[in-house]
C-alpha cells in the first residue's frame, strides 16, 4: 500500500501563499505518473485542483492539469528523486479553505482531473484563508 503524506497546511489572509508537498512512500517517477491535489469542503464533493502526469521513462514529459478555479494561481511540480509533489498556492482567497488531498495513480486516463482511477489518497492537511 503506497502511503502519502501532506505537509504545508495552515492558516494565511486572502492574497496569501501557501506551498503544500505530498511525499510518496514509492517511486512516483516508475508507480505514480499521475499525482495531484483534490480539495473538499464540508458538505461538498471533493474537487479537483491540480495534477501532474509524467510520461513513460523514455520521453519523460510532463503535463500539467488544473482545475477552473486555480488556473493562473497555484502550480503543481514535482520531484522525482524526492518522491514529493507540490502545490505552490498564490493569491489564496477564501473560497480556497478546504482540506487538500494528496492523490496519486498508476493507470493510465484521458481524463486526470476525474476523481475516479486515483486510488491512493494521503490523510490530507487543511488550508484556511481569512478575509
Known amino acids: 500500500q503506497v502511503q502519502l503524506l501532506e505537509s504545508g497546511g495552515g492558516s494565511v489572509q486572502t492574497g496569501g501563499s501557501l506551498k503544500l508537498s505530498c511525499k510518496a512512500s514509492?517511486?512516483?517517477?516508475?508507480?505514480?505518473?499521475?499525482m495531484g491535489w483534490f480539495r473538499q469542503t464540508p458538505g461538498k464533493e471533493r474537487e479537483s485542483v491540480a495534477i501532474?502526469?509524467?510520461?513513460?521513462?523514455?520521453?519523460?514529459?510532463?503535463?500539467?492539469y488544473y482545475g477552473d478555479s486555480v488556473k493562473g494561481r497555484f502550480t503543481i511540480s514535482r520531484n522525482n528523486a524526492k518522491n514529493t509533489v507540490y502545490l505552490q498556492m498564490n493569491n489564496l482567497q477564501p473560497d480556497d479553505s478546504a482540506m487538500y488531498y494528496c492523490?496519486?495513480?498508476?493507470?493510465?486516463?484521458?481524463?486526470?482531473?476525474?476523481?475516479?482511477?486515483?486510488?491512493?489518497w494521503g490523510q490530507g492537511t487543511q488550508v484556511t484563508v481569512s478575509s
Open positions: 514509492t517511486s512516483i517517477y516508475y508507480n505514480l505518473r499521475y
Open positions: 501532474i502526469y509524467t510520461q513513460d521513462t523514455y520521453t519523460g514529459g510532463e503535463f500539467e
Open positions: 492523490a496519486a495513480r498508476r493507470s493510465s486516463t484521458t481524463q486526470p482531473l476525474l476523481l475516479d482511477g486515483y486510488d491512493n
